[in-house]
């Protein structure tokens, strides 16, 4: 099977587009994902969802797509079926169920984590996305809590919970506001930084760079120093790629 190469919507097949807002398949590409109608896909998997949801979804295209997330999870809460959304063939759904986790009150950071854990270890790579942007907001009002969890993650024999542990808290992040915090001091993330510094993953690479290539947008002594000290006690070429994206925002070597 070779993998999908549409760059846009209307790229993609009507029929394979009436199954992705059916809630029959997952998508395969993150155009796909963003061309899920939320609205139709709400109406084929939840039957009985008020009609005024449905309206309300309908109304929402215009918002971003993670506020849309996080409007879907919000309609369908009261659902009979909310709670089984994180095994839904959909990753639209499973993305859900993300936002659910997020929502639910009177939780404690540890076990939101809990929860959250199947979904940031999901197989689709939307899903694990929507795991880390969906509880970014308490890990990042809770640092001195979610710090010494993740870090423990950050040893875990999934690549996938390794690298949610680091994308999780990027003081810059994507599609995610940014953690003041972690942007004037970097070094509090340190310890979930220092088990990977030689990940074997690229997937968990690539999201350590990233994390320190934001970090050296304000901080670049800080980010020169580390990955100057991880090259002398960690000479392998995965140490060093890491570092290469690290600096490259700042014309390090």
């Not at 979804?57 to 215009?62: C, F, K, V």
């Not at 859900?96 to 197989?123: M, V, Y």
């Not at 580390?226 to 390090?252: D, F, K, N």
Request: glycine letters at 4%; proline letters at 8%; aromatic letters at 6%.
């Amino acid at each position: 099977m070779t993998t999908p190469t549409t760059k846009r919507v209307s790229e993609i097949d009507p029929a394979h587009l009436a199954q992705l807002n059916a809630g029959l398949i997952a998508a395969r590409t993150l155009t796909e994902c963003l061309a899920v109608d939320f609205a139709a896909l709400m109406k084929a998997c939840l039957p009985d969802l008020p009609e005024s949801a449905i309206h309300t979804m309908d109304g929402a295209r215009s918002l971003g797509i993670t506020r849309r997330m996080a409007l879907a999870a919000e309609l369908v809460s009261a659902h009979p079926l909310a709670g089984n959304l994180q095994d839904h063939p959909s990753d639209t759904m499973r993305g859900w169920a993300c936002f659910l986790i997020a929502a639910r009150p009177d939780q404690s950071l540890e076990a939101r984590l809990t929860a959250i854990r199947p979904l940031a270890d999901d197989p689709h790579f939307g899903v694990r996305e929507w795991a880390w942007l969906a509880l970014r907001p308490h890990l990042a009002a809770d640092l001195d809590q979610a710090i010494p969890v993740l870090a423990g993650w950050a040893e875990d024999p999934s690549d996938r919970i390794r690298r949610f542990a680091c994308e999780a808290i990027r003081p810059r992040g994507v599609w995610s506001a940014h953690i003041a915090a972690l942007r004037q001091r970097p070094a509090l993330a340190f310890p979930v930084l220092e088990p990977l510094r030689a990940d074997p993953s690229r997937y968990v690479q690539d999201s350590v760079g990233n994390w320190l290539n934001d970090a050296a947008k304000d901080q670049p002594a800080v980010v020169q120093d580390l990955c100057a000290r991880w090259g002398r006690e960690s000479p392998v070429p995965e140490t060093a790629y890491i570092c290469r994206r690290a600096l490259r925002s700042i014309g390090g070597k």
